[in-house]
């Protein structure tokens, strides 16, 4: 199957997600029920450890609050005996990710595969069948606002628009493949949707976003911000028309920065390497959980539910689309909040407030008098995580040219692990056009938290260079 393409199931798939568009609060009730029913039936039969979970009870009696927490640790370390097709093993898929030429290419010619970024830890494999792409294919396509509805009538095929995607590039990473999938899927739109690497040095991605001139950005937030510095100082040429951004915290006065710098709407989603498209905002710039095809339980540290309006410790997942790989109450690490408000827009779908990751942009003096070197925290994370295979970290500025890298983990191996990450962090950040920084490493020492409850991994401490 073509790139884990299933034409008449996405068509299926659009159809329902049409009809839940306008569905009451019971309908999707309903769906979220059926739905239920059906994934935990095939976890039962598929998987040897929810056949354990499972026996002896009736999957459409079940009561998802009954059933154990899940964590990615645990279920990886248990891989062959957690997902439902034998022929996955972890080994394999490890060889398979770690080439990079295998991005967007089927894994056993039936299934797309992508690696978690690591942020609490040793990075995830995630597999999806077609089933599941189709979801998340249809969610991407149908429940994004339409941030130019004038542009979407004239052009509702998008044949004018040229899309850039600033990310971490290298690496099997759920974005990464989802782009390269898309532009294989759609050959016409090859040479208009690109991806760029936020690892090079500010300059030349800017240089290289200057010549392509998107009319449509999408990134994190952290690079939109870094972005907007440089098109304030008009560095930045290229003028999008809108930006779409996620996968980290963005609050609302960086928002309006990005939003003001470039003078276009801006619109932020969720989602996860876990369930790609968790939820989008509506006209009104509320989040909305896609609750017919996923569950959210935000729960406190003990695992007991939370009210609604409150935001939970860390909150629980259950994918209804993938049976391949079941994940079913997986703690995510996030901190959700269940609004009980209903949004002003009319949707049913529940609205939500989320506080994920929220690290921090690190600034440098520039080499011989050049201005100050900006370095956004992912570009940060992926070199430590890809590069060096040090996970287990946080990186916390001190002074403009002084670092602490620290980790929990201890013994001699941990300290030749960092020293290892030390040497290839100084050789990026050099590359960057930061040299002269320090970097101290320690062992066996716990990661403060930030206000979000999760671990920042990379903190800066110096006042006003907070992005």
């Known amino acids: 199957m073509l790139l884990t393409f299933d034409p008449w199931r996405t068509g299926t798939v659009a159809a329902d997600v049409s009809l839940a568009a306008h569905a009451s609060e019971e309908a999707l009730c309903r769906r979220r029920a059926s739905r239920l029913a059906s994934l935990l039936g095939a976890a039962a039969a598929g998987s040897a450890l929810y056949r354990r979970v499972l026996a002896g009870r009736d999957p459409a009696a079940v009561r998802l609050e009954d059933l154990p927490v899940a964590n990615k640790t645990d279920l990886m370390a248990d891989f062959k005996s957690w997902v439902a097709d034998p022929a996955l093993d972890p080994d394999g898929l490890r060889r398979f990710v770690a080439d990079r030429a295998n991005i967007a290419e089927p894994y056993l010619d039936r299934y797309m595969v992508w690696e978690s970024s690591g942020s609490t830890g040793e990075p995830g494999l995630f597999v999806q069948d077609a089933a599941a792409m189709a979801v998340y294919d249809v969610l991407e396509a149908m429940r994004r606002p339409v941030l130019r509805p004038l542009q979407r009538w004239l052009d509702p095929w998008g044949l004018a628009e040229r899309i850039a995607f600033v990310g971490a590039t290298g690496g099997h990473f759920a974005s990464t493949v989802s782009v390269e999938r898309l532009r294989r899927l759609q050959p016409g739109l090859a040479e208009r949707l690109r991806s760029f690497s936020f690892l090079q040095p500010i300059d030349a991605l800017v240089a290289e976003l200057n010549a392509f001139a998107p009319t449509v950005l ?3 937030p952290s690079a939109a911000v870094l972005l907007a510095h440089e098109r304030r100082s008009g560095r930045m040429t290229a003028s999008p028309h809108e930006i779409w951004t996620g996968g980290e915290g963005f609050s609302p006065a960086r928002r309006t920065f990005v939003k003001s ?9 969720y989602g996860a390497s876990e369930f790609l498209s968790l939820a989008f905002e509506c006209a009104g710039g509320v989040l909305h959980l896609n609750s017919d095809w996923a569950i959210l339980e935000p729960v406190d540290a003990r695992g007991h539910a939370v009210p609604m309006g409150q935001a939970g410790a860390t909150t629980l997942l259950t994918n209804l689309a993938n049976h391949v790989q ?7 690490g996030d901190r959700v909040t269940l609004l009980a408000t209903p949004c002003a827009c009319g ?4 609205a939500i407030e989320v506080k994920g990751r929220d690290d921090d942009t690190l600034v440098f003096r520039g080499d011989h008098g050049a201005p100050p070197v900006k370095i956004v925290p992912l570009a940060v994370s992926t070199v430590l995580e890809e590069e060096a295979g040090l996970f287990d970290f946080q990186l916390v500025q001190q002074a403009p040219g002084d670092l602490l890298l620290r980790t929990g983990r201890h013994g001699t191996d941990a300290q030749a692990m960092l020293q290892k990450a030390r040497k290839m962090l100084l050789a990026y950040l050099a590359a960057q056009g930061a040299s002269g920084v320090h970097v101290h490493c320690r062992v066996g020492e716990s990661a403060s938290c930030g206000p979000s409850g999760k671990m920042k991994r990379v903190v800066s401490s110096l006042h006003g260079v907070r992005s």
Request: hydrophobic content about 35%; glycine content about 4%; aromatic content about 14%.
């Open 218 to 220: 999408t990134t994190y």
């Open 261 to 269: 710098a470039f003078g276009c709407p801006v619109a932020n989603s």
């Open 326 to 332: 079941p994940l079913i109450r997986y703690d995510l």
């Open 347 to 350: 949707s049913s779908l529940p």
